[in-house]
């Protein structure tokens, strides 16, 4: 995990991780960018990656991903790309 963070030109702050008994594993990084989580449940042969970056580099992001995806070799993979665009409230209280 560390070494494909690295490659894809994320920074990390800090990081956790927890190995559960039987099996699977969680690691959430805290990056200079925002986050980055995966979770495992070898049981079911299933990995949930969550990458959320900001700023102008989305393939950041992406590379990250792939790099992720060759790592763990998944047979099926999902790919759900959220754009969280950020607006202007101009006149009113709710912010």
Request: glycine content about 6%; charged content about 25%; proline content about 3%.
């Amino acid at each position: 995990m560390d070494s494909v963070v690295s490659k894809s030109g994320l920074h990390v702050i800090s990081s956790s991780f927890h190995q559960f008994e039987p099996q699977g594993v969680s690691a959430v990084y805290l990056l200079s960018e925002s986050h980055l989580s995966v979770h495992t449940w070898p049981e079911y042969g299933y990995v949930a990656l969550d990458i959320f970056t900001c700023g102008d580099d989305d393939n950041i992001a992406l590379k990250a991903f792939d790099l992720l995806v060759e790592a763990f070799e998944p047979e099926i993979v999902e790919k759900k790309i959220l754009r969280r665009d950020l607006y202007e409230r101009s006149g009113s209280s709710n912010t």
